[in-house]
Antibody, heavy 120, light 109 residues
Framework: QVQLQEAGPGLMKPSETLSLTCNVS????????WSWIRQPPGKGLEWIGY???????HYNPSLKSRVTISVDPSKNQFSLNLTSVTAADTAVYYC??????????????WGLGTMVTVSS | DIQMTQSPSSLSASVGDRVTITCRASQNINRYLNWYQQKPGKAPKFLIFAASTLQSGVPSRFSGSGSGTDFTLTISNLQPEDFATYYC???????????FGQGTKLEIK
């Protein structure tokens, strides 16, 4: 079955650029939309953005100026870049697969999540 | 943006109870509403699609209903493994802006 695994730096300093990769195994990245979602400690879920395997993207307007999501079908991976991080970006970052049926969009498969802490 | 408000924020119940969690949208979202279950330290698990369609492998004691602005997640005959935090999520917004409710923590009484 399809599994997702995030990889990232863990600890960062303010103003740095966060780079995370999600490796998709057990299935192809093709023909699906893929997403990043984050969860600050003790808080709820925030959608960051999505990418189609062909490369088209859409981002949360509140993060759009700092976010880039890219895809590498040859590696079955997609990635998140978030620039100029602050302590407010401290969160568990999840990658997820999107299913899209009858105009309803849901996140059906999630990675385990990776904790990113921003601290000086 | 469409705001999603869940109630209650937390809930205590006993094994065998029936509980209902409510999710209200700030505007009509038709049936573009999904539910997730999250246990501590784990990723969310996708439970219900389009307000009422149970995902494969989800026990039948879970059910969802609603349309428009008001939705409910009901769990009958609570089992120990059901104690978790539940989130609703809408996908009606255009352009896309997928928002989650703030979560409802279901605890053992």
């Amino acid at each position: 079955q399809v599994q997702l695994q995030e990889a990232g730096p863990g600890l960062m300093k303010p103003s740095e650029t966060l780079s995370l990769t999600c490796n998709v195994s057990g299935g192809s990245i093709s023909n699906y939309y893929w997403s990043w979602i984050r969860q600050p400690p003790g808080k709820g879920l925030e959608w960051i953005g999505y990418i189609y395997y062909s490369g088209s993207t859409h981002y949360n307007p509140s993060l759009k100026s700092r976010v880039t999501i890219s895809v590498d079908p040859s590696k079955n991976q997609f990635s998140l870049n978030l620039t100029s991080v602050t302590a407010a970006d401290t969160a568990v970052y999840y990658c997820a697969r999107i299913i899209w049926q009858q105009l309803v969009i849901a996140f059906d498969i999630w990675g385990l999540g990776t904790m990113v802490t921003v601290s000086s | 943006d469409i705001q999603m408000t869940q109630s209650p924020s937390s809930l205590s119940a006993s094994v065998g109870d029936r509980v209902t969690i409510t999710c209200r949208a700030s505007q009509n979202i038709n049936r573009y509403l999904n539910w997730y279950q999250q246990k501590p330290g784990k990723a969310p698990k996708f439970l219900i699609f389009a307000a009422s369609t149970l995902q494969s492998g989800v026990p039948s004691r879970f059910s969802g209903s609603g349309s428009g602005t008001d939705f409910t997640l009901t769990i009958s005959n609570l089992q120990p493994e059901d104690f978790a935090t539940y989130y609703c999520q809408q996908s009606y917004s255009s352009p896309p802006m997928y928002t989650f409710g703030q979560g409802t923590k279901l605890e053992i009484k």
